[in-house]
């Protein structure tokens, strides 16, 4: 069978050649003097500098009147303001000393492309005291907003696909910046230099099912009474002629009875015997208290998928996995949020600390959405 007729043509994906602007404006009829470096930077001499700072938030300024640009921004205003490089070899040298530049430069010009102001932290005066933490690389303000008078809205970090995930680094990150005020935001590079723009943030799991505590002592003693009749299963347990199952958060109905996975029987006798839970049950026991309905998660590649309303009545709207299990870089992280994405769930990596169970949501987006 031959290949459907193409109906559509594929997007041009770019090259960021050097020496070629990518701005459609026409460029000056005087060429613009190319940075020179100054004190380890590369340094824009008034009153380029003005506009570059002013109009497009580029550079960082000094008392004289000029700015100095991170190598990034030396390539953005390469592509997008028609500056010259600094030499023919500059950006061969550049990443010989400073190999991120190739993410850091198409970072830069993707979110940059959009209209939004992303703004290296290295080009942050103290004295606004934003005080980001190391592994924040800028931070960025919306497109309509005065970013020498307001307030950023999200500090941003980037990482290749092929990079390691420190789960436990990331929700520390995430959580300084959202107590902030601020959104916390990850530009993933892959292999192609493709940039996919990702949010982080706490998802607040809550449903409104019944829980353990909301049974009263009539439905907790008939569980007890039809647990009593289990028949043991491959890893889980069936529950026979059962007429009227008191909790549908807990099991399946098939077969004429109630089919429980072994985490529901073993957290099902913790709570009739008033035992602890123990520490493998300590996740599971935490989401039943939320009154979300756990099912597993086999279909999406997670452990659970929970329905914050019963079963059959909306779609699960989270897909999780605990941290332990979690995708240890971050191409395999992007699948799995791809994947959840592609049947409408949010992803979630569920960690815990001293402080409890927190829940980590990774989510697309795309400036300006």
């Known amino acids: 069978m031959g290949r459907h007729k193409r109906t559509f043509t594929p997007r041009v994906r770019t090259t960021r050649p050097l020496g070629v602007p990518l701005s459609p404006n026409k460029a000056p009829a005087v060429p613009l003097a190319a940075p020179v470096l100054k004190d380890g930077k590369w340094y824009i001499e008034a009153p ?18 000029g700015c100095s640009l991170t190598n990034e921004e030396v390539l953005f205003c390469h592509w997008h303001r028609h500056v010259p490089l600094p030499s023919e070899d500059w950006f061969a040298d550049a990443i010989r000393h400073d190999p991120d530049l190739v ?4 970072a830069f010009d993707v979110s940059r492309s959009g209209g939004e102001l992303v703004v290296p932290v290295a080009n942050i005066p103290a004295k606004r005291g934003f005080e980001p933490p190391s592994t924040t690389w800028a931070l960025r303000w919306n497109r309509e907003q005065i970013f020498t008078k307001e307030e950023p809205v999200a ?7 092929t990079d390691d995930v420190d789960w436990t680094e990331l929700e520390q990150w995430t959580r300084n910046v959202t107590s902030k005020g601020m959104l916390a935001e990850l530009f993933v590079i892959d292999e ?3 940039v996919t723009m990702y949010r982080l943030s706490f998802a607040e799991i809550q449903g409104d099912q019944p829980t353990w505590d909301s049974l009263d002592a009539t439905e907790q003693n008939n ?5 009593a009749s289990r028949i043991p299963r491959e890893d889980g347990w069936f529950i026979p002629s059962v007429g009227a199952w008191p909790w ?6 098939h077969h004429s009875g109630q089919h429980l996975r072994a985490e529901e029987g073993q957290w099902l006798e913790a709570k009739l015997s008033g035992l602890d839970v123990g520490e493998h049950l300590r996740l599971y026991d935490d989401l039943m208290h939320r009154g979300v309905v756990l099912r597993p998660g086999f279909k999406y590649g997670t452990q659970w998928r929970i329905y914050d309303s019963a079963v059959g009545e909306a779609h699960a709207p989270w897909l999780l996995l605990p941290v332990e299990n979690a995708p240890q870089t971050w191409y395999a992280a ?3 949020v791809r994947l959840a994405e592609g049947v409408h769930k949010a992803w979630i990596c569920a960690s815990n600390d001293r402080s409890g169970w927190s829940y980590l949501q990774v989510q697309r987006w795309l400036p300006g959405r």
């Open 48 to 65: 380029l500098s003005s506009r570059l700072h002013q109009k497009s938030a580029l550079g960082k300024t000094d008392s004289e009147g």
């Open 103 to 106: 993410a850091r430069s198409v």
């Open 155 to 161: 500090h941003v970090r980037w990482a290749w696909t």
């Open 192 to 194: 192609e230099l493709e």
């Open 223 to 227: 569980l007890a009474e039809l647990w």
């Open 248 to 253: 549908a958060s807990l099991g399946i109905e």
């Open 334 to 336: 992007c699948l799995s």
